[in-house]
């Protein structure tokens, strides 16, 4: 053997497994330890986690346009879905409601004094319009059944006026009967009320004036008194359309005025009374007309600046019998009436007349149709 010859140590056979397939030795983990491996697999979750994300996001910009992802959804997430449908149906609506169906919407209720009631064509064996009729002088010639029987109203009428009520006795009560306010109600959608010519004492005014000497100036006289009794109204009306607002939110109030009783220029002496006490009287009416309307028109303004429902009108009747006053041929206005034990004027006397009465129904129904000049805010809803 020479002396370049490699030395040949023992010979190694390599180590096979059962089968004889020459066995692998696993590798040693970079770094050695369990850590490298946790780390090597936690790649290759994040690689997972990726693609999948990739096709999620494709499978969206594909599904979508196409309907599939809200299917997707609702067959995971909620396996009750039903298919999809369009709504069917109208939906509910709101419509404004005009002047006229604001008013018929509901029950038309009438309070007030003697010019509501129907004094001046009121008879005595009559048969009652209702409960206390015989007490409150209630007629079927007043405004009020006139005003009844032109309307569809959806909920009737009734009619509680009372001769000789004042804006206390609308609240308190009068003859012992229940007060006039609580006939009102939610369901009332008109109101109609004259009211104010008894706060003003007029029954004791107009019998100063007639039971008097011819040359006697104490009609007039009663200027000052009649004119604290004027402004101590505006807060009692004020209080009355208030609580009528309370108990009918939506209704339409009318108020009616009073006319003026005497020719604008009167030119002779009528039952007892000088030119100069027709004046006067004449004078008195526009005073206690001017406030109540004004009073009206204040609480009207107060709920048209709200946005609330119903409202609260003014019908001026200071010209409403004009060419027929008291003294001229064809009155609207029934002449004086005196009761001779007592000596007193009759209440009837001043009153208006069938005609007087059916002027006041055509100014009613006017008012009616015509509105308070502004938007109401009555609405109705329509469910399909």
Not at 175 to 204: C, M, W
Not at 328 to 340: E, G, I, K, R
Request: aromatic share 6%; hydrophobic share 35%; proline share 9%.
């Amino acid at each position: 053997m020479s002396a370049t010859e490699p030395i040949a140590g023992p010979a190694t056979e390599p180590a096979t497994g059962p089968s004889g397939v020459p066995a692998v030795e696993p590798l040693a983990p970079l770094g050695g330890g369990v850590g490298a491996e946790r780390r090597g697999r936690g790649r290759q979750v994040w690689r997972v986690a990726a693609a999948a994300a990739a096709v999620g996001a494709a499978l969206a910009l594909i599904g979508v346009p196409l309907g599939v992802y809200p299917k997707l959804a609702c067959a995971v997430l909620s396996p009750g879905c039903g298919p999809l449908q369009e709504p069917r149906g109208d939906l509910p609506r709101l419509t404004r409601l005009t002047p006229v169906q604001a008013a018929l919407s509901g029950t038309y209720v009438a309070l007030g004094d003697s010019y509501s009631s129907g004094e001046g064509v009121y008879e005595q064996d009559a048969g009652p319009v209702n409960d206390g009729a015989d007490r409150c002088h209630r007629a079927r010639g007043s405004y009020v059944p006139l005003v009844a029987k032109a309307h569809p109203f959806t909920g009737g009428s009734a009619f509680y006026a009372c001769s000789g009520a004042t804006t206390r006795q609308l609240l308190s009560g009068q003859y012992g009967q229940q007060p006039q306010i609580t006939r009102v109600g939610p369901s009332a959608s008109l109101v109609t009320l004259s009211i104010g010519g008894n706060d003003a004492g007029f029954t004791d005014v107009l019998t100063g004036c007639i039971v008097k000497l011819p040359w006697s100036s104490a009609c007039v006289d009663q200027d000052a008194t009649v004119a604290r009794r004027i402004a101590e109204l505006r807060p009692s009306l004020t209080r009355v359309l208030g609580e009528l607002r309370a108990r009918a939110p939506g209704a339409r109030v009318i108020v009616l005025g009073y006319p003026r009783p005497f020719p604008a220029s009167p030119v002779r002496t009528v039952d007892n009374l000088s030119v100069a006490d027709q004046r006067w009287l004449n004078t008195v009416t526009r005073k206690l007309n001017d406030t109540v309307g004004a009073v009206t028109a204040e609480h009207d303004r107060g709920l048209a600046g709200l946005g609330a429902p119903g409202s609260v009108e003014y019908v001026d009747a200071y010209e409403a019998f004009t060419g027929h006053e008291a003294g001229t041929p064809q009155p609207y206005l029934n002449s004086l009436a005196v009761d001779m034990d007592p000596l007193t004027v009759n209440a009837r006397s001043f009153h208006p007349t069938g005609d007087g009465y059916r002027r006041f129904a055509e100014l009613i129904n006017q008012q009616i149709a015509t509105g308070p000049g502004r938007p109401l805010h009555n609405y109705h809803l329509t469910t399909p």
